[in-house]
């Protein structure tokens, strides 16, 4: 089964695809068999997962499949996963199957084809979470580019056509910029392996010409720059992001709920997966720059959410400020630091531990993130898509919770979710990046350290947004009478919000019950970066050492307070 699992979860939305588009007649027909099916890599990725943490000890790559595919290109059809990516996998599964069973109700027209191309864009996830090779991984992560937008084009709001040409552009100037970088890569490196020793690593280190001989020559520095950029305009991060409301607010719900909930973590996935591993060194230099442009989309994307009346813009740049968080945790768990100390190993365990915090912090951010949007691009599509066609907070009004007491009573959780409170699952994943993001910094990075510090701005301002717009204005204050009577959830709407608020409420009271997974792959990845950011510290601390040993005044006076306390 081990050698299977992979290959089945992944075919089986693509044979749901053909079935779909060739066999099935009837829209209702379309819409249960789409459902039922999808709900199968659901239990086959929960299942891995389990037998991931007994059998593999949650560590280390597992379920390997490898086969020759271009072998004169050095070109291999090659899956895996670790921890960082089951998650991810499960998560995709999850959040398509509640995509497609929301859809049933508002989507009514040319039901086939929406269900085909759905289930084509989950290929495509999927298999971004699951390729060990470089090429394989591109394949894959393209796939999802042209389902998404026919489902904007086709199936999106008014202004339609604009929204899912942007995206359209927007992510096809990233697939370049990647195409190009993976060409460098082909010829610089003869391979495009992401594994070493049963380990995910550097493409690089495994072919060693000549990009580990110069790995800030020309070439890599043009690779990892359009590595870096395609995955930053996934993600997205500031200032690459201004397709990411248009698509929102056009994309029908079904669409936002996967757009908001996966697609933007492959952009991330894609940093953690590809971008580190590949260029840790070229990744350390431009840590400051990167964090930079993390801050803004944490602040940024915070103030701009503040100043929407659009129920759903609002929450689309809640996601550019979530995500901001995973990006800053990616950038301290590979920032360099400089501090000096007298115990080198000790200093470098204490780095790597803080390392490993952010890194677990931003992956984390990623599966919550994805709960906890979809959640909420969902909640706006009950009220909006049958409801009250209405998205205005201020025609809204107020109130809501009175008329309709279940809804609210589960949008106000995962406004609570989103916001970072504890005993919910956004607030783990914020303590971790922000834990590690500090205990980097604090070791010798000063401009992390005011980043850092500068983000903890995005908690609040976040805070504000949701507990003003959402919870104040919609939910409280004098009722609207326009929509009394508005009907409350009804019994699959319940079934689909209280699956997602499960999951909210399990990883804020047992983070372990998923940290357990992702820990031992965030160790590996950053115990493989280590040696390629953390120079400067060794250099330091032994300098340190060496002048306590020349007996420099500064080490005397240490010495001999040290003598005197004995």
């Known amino acids: 089964m081990d050698g299977l699992i992979l290959p089945l979860i992944l075919a089986w939305p693509l044979v749901g695809m053909l079935i779909v588009m060739f066999v099935l007649k009837g829209d209702e027909l379309v819409k249960l068999f789409s459902i039922v099916w999808s709900a199968v890599p659901v239990l086959l990725s929960g299942w ?261 009346w659009d129920f759903k813009k609002l929450v689309a740049y ?43 912090g931003a992956v984390l951010q990623m599966f919550t993130h994805g709960i906890i949007s979809a959640a909420l691009f969902m909640y706006v599509g009950m009220i909006y898509d049958t409801r009250t066609h209405v998205r205005d907070f201020r025609e809204l009004g107020g109130g809501l919770w009175r008329t309709v007491p279940k809804y609210g009573t589960f949008l106000i959780i995962a406004a609570f979710a989103s916001l970072g409170l504890p005993g919910l699952a956004g607030f783990v994943a914020e303590f971790l990046a922000f834990r590690g993001a500090f205990g980097v910094a604090l070791a010798g990075n000063t401009p992390l350290l005011v980043l850092t510090a500068l983000s903890v701005l995005g908690i609040l301002f976040t805070a504000a947004f949701y507990l003003w717009k959402v919870i104040q204005m919609l939910m409280l204050g004098p009722q609207n009478p326009r929509w009394v009577g508005t009907p409350d959830l009804d019994r699959q709407e319940l079934a689909m919000a209280g699956i997602l608020t499960v999951f909210m409420f399990v990883i804020g009271i047992l983070p372990m019950s998923i940290m357990g997974t992702i820990h031992g792959a965030s160790e590996a990845t950053v115990q493989g970066i280590t040696s390629a950011v953390d120079v400067n510290m060794i250099e330091a601390s032994e300098d340190a050492v060496d002048d306590a040993a020349a007996g420099e005044p500064g080490a005397d006076e240490a010495t001999h307070s040290e003598d005197s306390e004995g």
């Open 318 to 360: 809640s996601s550019v400020n979530h995500m901001g968080y995973v990006t800053l945790g990616l950038v301290a768990a590979v920032a360099a630091v400089s501090g000096k100390a007298s115990d080198p190993a000790s200093a470098i365990a204490n780095v790597d531990a803080a390392r490993m915090a952010a890194m677990d």
């Open 48 to 308: 891995m997962w389990l037998d991931y943490l007994a059998s593999k000890g949650a560590s280390g790559l597992a379920y390997e499949v490898y086969a020759p595919w271009i072998p004169s290109l050095g070109i291999n059809f090659h899956l895996g996963v670790d921890g960082l990516s089951i998650p991810l996998i499960f998560l995709t599964a999850l959040l398509t199957v509640i995509a497609l069973w929301y859809s049933a109700k508002p989507i009514q027209e040319r039901v086939k084809e929406y269900y085909a191309l759905f289930l084509l864009l989950q290929v495509g996830m999927l298999g971004v979470f699951m390729a060990l090779d470089l090429f394989l991984f591109y394949v894959v992560f393209e796939i999802g580019l042209v389902p998404m937008y026919f489902l904007i084009g086709i199936w999106g709001g008014p202004r339609r056509e604009y929204a899912a040409i942007k995206f359209f552009l927007y992510t096809l100037s990233g697939s370049v910029l990647m195409l190009l970088a993976l060409i460098a890569v082909a010829f610089n490196t003869e391979s495009f392996t992401l594994v070493r020793g049963g380990m995910v690593s550097s493409v690089v280190a495994t072919a060693g010409v000549p990009f580990a001989a110069n790995p800030t020559g020309t070439a890599a520095t043009l690779a990892f720059l359009g590595f870096l950029i395609a995955m930053l305009i996934k993600v997205p991060s500031f200032p690459f992001h201004t397709w990411l409301p248009d698509a929102h607010v056009e994309a029908p719900t079904g669409g936002s709920i996967i757009l908001a909930g996966v697609l933007l973590k492959l952009g991330t996935y894609g940093l953690v997966r590809v971008v580190i591993p590949l260029f840790p060194a070229a990744f350390s230099m431009l840590a400051i720059p990167i964090g930079i442009l993390a801050f803004t989309s944490i602040v940024y994307g915070a103030l701009v959410a503040m100043a929407q």
